[in-house]
């Protein structure tokens, strides 16, 4: 059986008032459903602050990008190895706006994967489709694709200590969540995709959902059976609507 995992990207917002404003808002709700796994992933300037707030809390804490080196002549970067110092389990990878925003191509989410296990740290590999693939029906070329492209420089074993995000970029901020059947669909082509080659792996691997995520449409996602939990953007700065993600994954 597969924990539900309630994942929150806050992207780039937040304040040292406002970490603590919403962690302390979210530690009761979190507690309150044990058999949810709960995590957030602040900027990394709240980490420190972060992690002394969660100190006495179940809520696992998340980086949003992680170099591909652990250390060296990379000005501006943040690495794995140093998120180990933070209490960081979790570290997104492949997000569709480092793919865009940042220009990092499979072979870059590919070595940045790779780094983040090195470290220990547990990568949550971000993928998805844009509208014109989605409505070209390239959503499984795509995803597959995305998937290969890790699987072929680490090995398929390494998805047995990874979480993978489906994130539709057309339902990324835009309010158009993918109904639970579209989603549902993408989730077992990837379970399907993965038992090709390890079908342990592939029924164990918590598969997230990503897209517009909130309190009124979490628990017709979770409800589908390849559908693991969700990855969310905005809702994760409400600290009701938070809860309510993360009571509907109870
Ligand atoms: P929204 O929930 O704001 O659509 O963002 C989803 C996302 O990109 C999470 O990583």
């Given at each position: 059986m597969r924990q539900t995992l309630v994942m929150g990207n806050w992207k780039l917002n937040g304040s040292k008032a406002m970490v603590s404003e919403l962690i302390g808002a979210l530690k009761a709700p979190a507690a309150a459903h044990p058999t949810v796994s709960v995590a957030i992933c602040p900027p990394v300037l709240f980490l420190d602050q972060a992690q002394q707030l969660l100190a006495d809390s179940a809520i696992a804490l998340g980086a949003q990008d992680a170099d591909?080196?652990?250390?060296?002549?990379?000005?501006?970067e943040n690495s794995a190895v140093m998120y180990q110092e933070f209490g960081v389990r979790y570290v997104l990878v492949g997000h569709s706006e480092r793919r865009t925003l940042h220009q990092e191509d499979d072979a870059t989410v590919a070595a940045k994967f790779a780094a983040i296990q090195a470290a220990n740290l547990v990568p949550v590999l971000c993928i998805g489709e844009t509208l014109a693939q989605f409505e070209a029906n390239e959503t499984q070329a795509v995803v597959e694709r995305q998937l290969a492209a890790v699987i072929e420089s680490?090995?398929?074993?390494?998805?047995?200590k990874a979480v993978i995000a489906y994130e539709p970029v057309w339902a990324i901020g835009t309010g158009k969540t993918a109904t639970p059947e579209i989603a549902q669909t993408v989730h077992s082509q990837i379970r399907q995709f993965l038992a090709k080659q390890d079908a342990d792996i592939a029924a164990k691997v918590q598969i997230l959902y990503g897209g517009s995520v909130n309190g009124a449409s979490a628990a017709g996602l979770f409800?589908?059976?390849?559908?693991?939990g969700a990855l969310v953007?905005?809702?994760?700065?409400?600290a009701d609507e938070f809860a309510a993600i993360i009571s509907a994954g109870a």
């Amino acid at each position: 059986m597969r924990q539900t995992l309630v994942m929150g990207n806050w992207k780039l917002n937040g304040s040292k008032a406002m970490v603590s404003e919403l962690i302390g808002a979210l530690k009761a709700p979190a507690a309150a459903h044990p058999t949810v796994s709960v995590a957030i992933c602040p900027p990394v300037l709240f980490l420190d602050q972060a992690q002394q707030l969660l100190a006495d809390s179940a809520i696992a804490l998340g980086a949003q990008d992680a170099d591909l080196h652990s250390s060296g002549a990379f000005t501006g970067e943040n690495s794995a190895v140093m998120y180990q110092e933070f209490g960081v389990r979790y570290v997104l990878v492949g997000h569709s706006e480092r793919r865009t925003l940042h220009q990092e191509d499979d072979a870059t989410v590919a070595a940045k994967f790779a780094a983040i296990q090195a470290a220990n740290l547990v990568p949550v590999l971000c993928i998805g489709e844009t509208l014109a693939q989605f409505e070209a029906n390239e959503t499984q070329a795509v995803v597959e694709r995305q998937l290969a492209a890790v699987i072929e420089s680490n090995g398929i074993n390494a998805l047995a200590k990874a979480v993978i995000a489906y994130e539709p970029v057309w339902a990324i901020g835009t309010g158009k969540t993918a109904t639970p059947e579209i989603a549902q669909t993408v989730h077992s082509q990837i379970r399907q995709f993965l038992a090709k080659q390890d079908a342990d792996i592939a029924a164990k691997v918590q598969i997230l959902y990503g897209g517009s995520v909130n309190g009124a449409s979490a628990a017709g996602l979770f409800a589908m059976a390849d559908i693991d939990g969700a990855l969310v953007g905005g809702a994760a700065l409400k600290a009701d609507e938070f809860a309510a993600i993360i009571s509907a994954g109870a």
